[in-house]
T-cell receptor
């Protein structure tokens, strides 16, 4: 079974600074990869996803993520953070050939933004 | 607008009481899911359904029950057997393939009186 690790439980950055949230997975082949964002008391919203092709994926709200097969990573980045980006971020992994119910989520990284 | 609705937003349960959380989607998705979210635990799958009148247990199904009588609806009942029900419950839906995005509802927070 696949697993997902988000090493950072909580990250604090200043508004305008760059951001990188880490995500590592364990799976033998190239998985399906997702990043979701959750504002407090809300549901999850998809930021971006990777299935194949270009390893740099652009998402909504100015986010991007890069798939690195050699490092089994799919880190999320943003060049300049806005106060409204404060939220919790979840990385998720799915397996090609498996059903959509076999999506595995990381435990999340909470982002705080200092004005 | 297409989407997923969950109700109520907040729900209070007394000891020994069963409560039902509602989830409706108008995205014409075949698959629906229930997740439980606790602080620091991420999302844990309770039940999922890929077709009407069929559903499967997820990782933490004990103390919960579901039904799927209509494609659009997937209610979750938290039974009295669930001894620690206080959590945030999220419903989601998607297509069937592993590449499909799961879309989430706004959640229901369940508290025990």
């Amino acid at each position: 079974a696949q697993s997902v690790t988000q090493p950072d439980i909580h990250i604090t950055v200043s508004e305008g600074a760059s951001l990188e949230l880490r995500c590592n997975y364990s799976y033998g082949a190239t998985p399906y990869l997702f990043w979701y964002v959750q504002s407090p008391g809300q549901g999850l919203q998809l930021l971006l996803k990777y299935f194949s092709g270009d390893t740099l994926v652009q998402g909504i709200k100015g986010f991007e993520a890069e798939f690195k097969r050699s490092q089994s990573s799919f880190n999320l980045r943003k060049p300049s953070v806005h106060w409204s980006d404060a939220a919790e971020y979840f990385c998720a992994v799915g397996r090609p050939g498996a059903g959509s119910y076999q999506l595995t989520f990381g435990k999340g990284t909470k982002l705080s933004v200092i004005p | 607008d297409g989407g997923i609705t969950q109700s109520p937003k907040y729900l209070f349960r007394k000891e020994g009481q069963n409560v039902t959380l509602s989830c409706e989607q108008n995205l014409n998705h075949d698959a629906m899911y229930w997740y439980r979210q606790d602080p620091g635990q991420g999302l844990r799958l309770i039940y999922y359904s890929q077709i009407v009148n069929d559903f499967q247990k997820g990782d933490i199904a004990e103390g919960y029950s579901v039904s799927r009588e209509k494609k659009e609806s997937f209610p979750l009942t938290v039974t009295s057997a669930q001894k620690n029900p206080t959590a945030f419950y999220l419903c989601a839906s998607s297509g069937l393939a592993g590449s499909e995005t799961q879309y989430f509802g706004p959640g229901t927070r369940l508290l025990v009186l």
